[in-house]
């Protein structure tokens, strides 16, 4: 018998059905995982398309894809600094800020676009850098420091713009050619998806081997193979249906890849580890020796480089700076799809996965809206209420959690 | 010969002194445990030997050689397992998580399949009872908790372990379950410190009793030959007291 299966009061599932009950189990804990989520799009999605035949139409969430790619970037710097139980209000101004550095250095100055590119990220860091440094000499919550940010980063975009205030980029660049018009071919898109799918096997058919290996119990071959297939039918299908009218774009494949780098680092290396145990227990990761003060610098910094980068994307996708980058909902977007998507308020739980599924319902919703003809007073009454809604599904979920014992 | 001595050992704070002269022998496969009133300075003691606090006199000798010991860290290495009274688990990692924090193996691509074999031998050689590695701390009881706590100090392949109050806030069943895990330790050959309130737990498992009262060293007892008024007398510097009439009137 495994290792790991041997105490008696183990009870024994195996298989898809024993997988299905660990589920519901977890989701009568409230250990909900994406159910929130995934049940919340099919009603948003449902609605939409009874209002509007539109919106599930290709064209439609083709877009829908591209429009999620910037703040969804954001939105997973987000993630980061939630992880570790901080916030960072000022991601908006940040991509502003960082839209317009850009935008100056490329347009204004003339410099190449990567150097351009460049110097914004790294502004984008040193901002984050800045945060962390702020937040463990002097001990101010990050609520204040940031919210500090969003209001000096603001008055630099202003200022780096000047009396102008708006600045076009180059329809004929990279850039703007990246963010608008380049497309991931269809065969390409379809060797994707069956990438994707081989590899999620294959690295789960090696994980299982070991585990035989060492006595530890394992997923059996067929549920792996189960799991590979769904993947792939469901890639396949979105790859399809994305080619009716335009296909896969890559900025949205840069997003995803961002995602499942991210993802690796978070739950595959020792950094990860740390920055759950930071959110989890302060006192516990200083005692265990984690740096901790290296985790909030890494989380902020990080925070602030994907803020920069999503108001690169935005950017491009708009095809100019303006003064109105980054600002009016940016920041609540970039924030409520990260606690839709999973990751707590309160410190210690999430996945970068979360950002990925916490944009495409904010952008439904912003689309749908849209689509409908709303004003976007309408729209920031909705997404509020939204977020209002995923962070009461968070705070009952955890009272939920410590009285089921899941934490 | 005994692995850890302290001879002397001194700290003050500021015009206090918390520990004057303090005497301390563990030998290996030996509990001793170390009783006395709030303010002893049991407390400072455990800070001492952990490298939280660096004393300002006396002497360690570990292991036959006379070390210092300025950082947590330099305590590890040396072999002295701290176990604190609030554990210092996260409980929104599991088992195997919370064992490794700090001390993964892999750094950049973490072997989860080595960590989980070495969780269960740890688990294994406590004997301990938890059903699976793979539960958040959460969803463990106290003594389970205060299981992964002592299991994660073995980590190291101490020499000494310190145990602050590992009973302190446990029920009967879970007290019976970390005092079997002591006796465990010793077994294996570990010198124990063990910090308590509890004059039963120290009469069940210790093989001596140091009294600290006030900072100061008020006689090491053989936990067989010495009674349970006789320590509390130690620990109250009083002869005269509630248990000690009581026991009086007993024998009367």
Known sequence: MATDRQDERLQSREGLRGALTDVLDRARGGDLGVIPVVVGLIVIWSVFQILNPIFLSSANLVNLTLESAAVGVIALGIVCVLLVGQIDLSVGSVSGLSGAVLAVLFVGQGLPVWLAIAASVLMGAVIGWIYGQLFNRFGVPSFVITLAGLLAFLGLQLYVLGTKGSINLPFDSGLVNFAQLDFVPAWLSYTFAVIAAVWLFASGYLHAQARRKAGLSARSVSALAVRSVALLVVLAFVVWYLGQTRGVGWMFVFFVALVLIMHYLLSRTKWGRAVYAVGGNVEAARRAGINVRAVYTSVFVLCSTFAAVGGILAAARLAAANQSSGAGDVNLNAIAAAVIGGTSLFGGRGTAFGALLGIIVIQSISSGLTLLNLDSSIRFVVTGAVLLLAVIVDSVSRRSRTSHGRA | ?252
Not at chain 2, 78 to 83: C, E, K, Q, S, Y
Not at chain 2, 166 to 185: C, D, M
Not at chain 2, 208 to 233: C, H, K, P, W, Y
């Open chain 2, 1 to 252: 010969m005994s692995v850890l001595s302290l001879r002397g050992i001194g700290k003050t704070f500021g015009a206090v002194a918390a520990l004057t002269d303090i005497d301390l022998d563990v030998d290996a496969g030996q509990v001793v445990a170390v009783v006395g009133d709030n303010g002893a300075g049991k407390s400072t003691l455990v800070k001492i030997l952990s490298g939280v606090h660096p004393p300002d006199g006396g002497t360690i000798t570990f292991e036959g050689r006379e070390v210092e010991i300025p950082t947590p860290a330099a305590a590890h290495k040396l072999g002295i397992a701290t176990v604190f009274q609030d554990l210092a688990l996260c409980e929104n990692l599991n088992v195997i998580q919370n064992l490794f924090l700090g001390q993964e193996i892999r750094p950049l691509r973490l072997n989860d399949v080595a960590m989980e074999t070495r969780s269960w031998e740890l688990l294994r050689q406590l004997s301990a009872k938890i059903p699976s590695v793979r539960v958040p701390v959460a969803a463990l009881s106290g003594g389970q908790r205060q299981t992964v706590a002592i299991a994660r100090s073995l980590l190291g392949d101490p020499k000494i372990i310190i145990l602050d109050e590992p009973t302190a806030a446990l029920g009967v069943a879970q007290t019976a379950e970390v005092l079997n895990l002591v006796e465990r330790l010793r077994e294996n050959g570990l010198g124990v410190i063990m910090i308590s309130h509890n004059m039963a737990d120290v009469k069940a498992v210790a093989d001596t009793v140091a009294v600290l009262r006030l900072g100061r060293n008020n006689g090491v007892f053989d936990v067989d030959s010495v009674s349970t008024e006789d320590i509390v007398a130690a620990i109250t510097g009083a002869t005269d007291n509630v248990v000690s009439r009581r026991a009086r009137r007993g024998q009367s």
